[in-house]
């Protein structure tokens, strides 16, 4: 027995900040952003909007795509570096809107390999027998952790969420293989000093603006494009399969140089390798799985398909996997 995705579904919040909108903040140009980044807008969840809000739109969606009623889903996965607060879960105040109750309910915090690292998680859950039926949400609204002062990050990010069902699978289809892999000593090169244990909230931690995410451009780039070839090449391995019988790659999207620097490695034409950072920017945990959703309702893929997300992302963390159609 496996696991595939019965349903899936995302949501992105409607207003746009273009580059244009950024040039009036801070000192860039919709020139240097597109070069660098290949990034044109990005979505922003409104003020009363949290990663919830976003998630709970996303897993409507994928419940009604996988058919399903919403009351025979044993379980909820939350991937969020952006919950809507330490405690209780995203998870669990996505279970209350949904009207679910008494069914267990986690957060993950795996930052942009979230989903894959969430899907793995529910197909582990689902081969043991013991469940069999997962609702697995990325969800994250970077822009709440954005400092829209620094213009070497906040031109990257925006907001978004995605969400798919995971059930039984009895035949050939569904998730062939995983791969996670992380590594803590890069955890400074792209992380939010304060709000934790480690740095309480307090008037100096606001003052320095240690709420905000801070990263290590350049140093971040190079291992993203090392991992993430690497995280390829490792499941293609393990799944017995080449990266000719991938229709198409869904990578992580950061930065679509990095994503050019993974075709070129790997040797796989941009045509097969799906990108609408464009649109969106970096969105964290919901990236891979906004793409993966607008794959299949553009018809990039179809049934039958077999195809290859990659992530990579704060950790530093990466991750993974195969999925046939
Ligand atoms: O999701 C997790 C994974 N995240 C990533 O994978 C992101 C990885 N990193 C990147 O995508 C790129 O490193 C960035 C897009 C963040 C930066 O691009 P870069 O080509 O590595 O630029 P850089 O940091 O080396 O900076 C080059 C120059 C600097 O000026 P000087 O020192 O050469 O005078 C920066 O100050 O570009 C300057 N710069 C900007 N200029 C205009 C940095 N940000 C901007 C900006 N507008 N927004």
Redesign the pocket.
């Given at each position: 027995m496996g696991a595939k995705l019965l349903g899936i579904g995302s949501y992105l919040p409607e207003k746009i900040l273009t580059n244009k909108d950024?040039e009036k903040m801070?000192?860039?140009?919709d020139e240097?952003?597109t070069t660098?980044?290949g990034i044109k807008e990005r979505r922003v969840s409104s003020p009363s909007q949290a990663s919830s809000d976003l998630g709970y739109q996303a897993s409507l969606k994928a419940i009604e795509n996988a058919g399903i009623v919403k009351e025979s889903i044993e379980m909820i996965i939350t991937a969020t570096i952006t919950p809507d607060m330490f405690f209780p879960s995203t998870a669990c105040i996505i279970q209350e809107k949904l009207g679910l109750d008494n069914i267990p309910c986690f957060d993950l915090s795996s930052?942009?390999a979230g989903f894959i690292y969430g899907l793995e998680i529910a197909r582990s859950f689902i081969d043991s027998g013991k469940y069999s039926t997962i609702l697995v949400i990325a969800t994250d609204c970077m822009s709440k952790v954005t400092d829209y002062t620094d213009?070497?990050?906040?031109?990257?990010l925006g907001d978004g969420s995605a969400a798919a069902v995971v059930g039984k699978s009895k035949d050939d289809i569904g998730i062939l293989d995983s791969y996670l892999g992380a590594s803590g000593k890069y955890a400074r090169l792209?992380y939010m000093p304060a709000g934790g244990s480690r740095q309480p909230a307090s008037i100096e931690t606001v003052t320095q603006r240690l709420h905000y995410m801070k990263?290590e451009?350049?140093a971040?780039?190079k291992v993203?494009v090392t991992s993430m070839v690497d995280a390829v090449n490792v499941v293609l391995k393990k799944a017995g399969l080449s990266k000719d019988d991938i229709s198409l790659f869904i990578p992580?999207q950061?930065?679509l140089?990095?994503i050019q620097a993974i075709g070129k490695t790997l040797d796989v034409p941009m045509e097969k390798i799906f990108v609408n950072i464009e649109k969106y920017g970096?969105m964290?945990a919901a990236?891979v799985g906004v793409a993966f959703d607008e794959a299949i309702r553009n018809e990039k893929i179809k049934n039958g398909d077999t195809i290859c997300m990659v992530s990579?992302?704060?950790g530093f963390t990466w991750a993974s996997n195969i999925i046939k159609l």
């Open positions: 950024l801070v000192d860039t140009s240097w952003i660098r980044t930052a942009c213009r070497s990050t906040c031109i990257l792209l990263m451009g350049s971040v780039y993203a992580h950061a930065n140089r990095i970096n964290s990236s990579f992302g704060s």
